[in-house]
Nanobody, 126 residues
Framework: QVQLVESGGGLVQAGGSLRLSCAASGRTFSTYTMGWFRQAPGKEREFVSAISWSGGNTYYADSVKGRFTISRDNAKNTVYLQMNSLKPEDTANYFC???????????????????WGQGAQVTVSS
C-alpha cells in the first residue's frame, strides 16, 4: 500500500514558477514509476510527466516539454515537479500517481496507476 500526498500548489502569474512535491508512504516507493497528471474543469485527466523508479528515465507531454522538470529522491520518498514559464492553460488540479508499469505506452495512461494523491490546485493568472 502506498499513500501519496501532494503539496506546493498555489496561485502564480503567467511566466512564474512553482514546484510540486508528492510525498509517499511505504517502503516500496523506490520500486514504482511515478507520474504527474492534471485535470482542468470540464476536461479529462491528462498525462504531464513521469519518472522511472531509478530516475534514469523521464517522460513529458509535449505541452510541458522544456518548461517542466520531474525528479525524485528515493531516500525521502518524494517526487517533484518543477514548473517554469507557467501559462494560464497550465491551470488545473495536479495529481501524482504510482504505477508498476515501466513502458511509456502504459505510463502515460491514468488507468495504469495503482495509487493516487488527492491533488494540488495550480492556478496561473494572465
Amino acid at each position: 500500500q502506498v499513500q501519496l500526498v501532494e503539496s506546493g500548489g498555489g496561485l502564480v502569474q503567467a511566466g512564474g514558477s512553482l514546484r510540486l512535491s508528492c510525498a509517499a508512504s511505504g517502503r516500496t516507493f523506490s520500486t514504482y514509476t511515478m507520474g504527474w497528471f492534471r485535470q482542468a474543469p470540464g476536461k479529462e485527466r491528462e498525462f504531464v510527466s513521469a519518472i522511472s523508479w531509478s530516475g534514469g528515465n523521464t517522460y513529458y507531454a509535449d505541452s510541458v516539454k522544456g518548461r517542466f522538470t520531474i525528479s525524485r529522491d528515493n531516500a525521502k520518498n518524494t517526487v517533484y515537479l518543477q514548473m517554469n514559464s507557467l501559462k494560464p492553460e497550465d491551470t488545473a488540479n495536479y495529481f501524482c500517481g504510482a504505477t508498476t508499469r515501466n513502458i511509456y505506452y502504459y505510463i502515460k495512461r491514468g488507468a495504469s496507476y495503482d495509487y493516487w494523491g488527492q491533488g494540488a490546485q495550480v492556478t496561473v493568472s494572465s
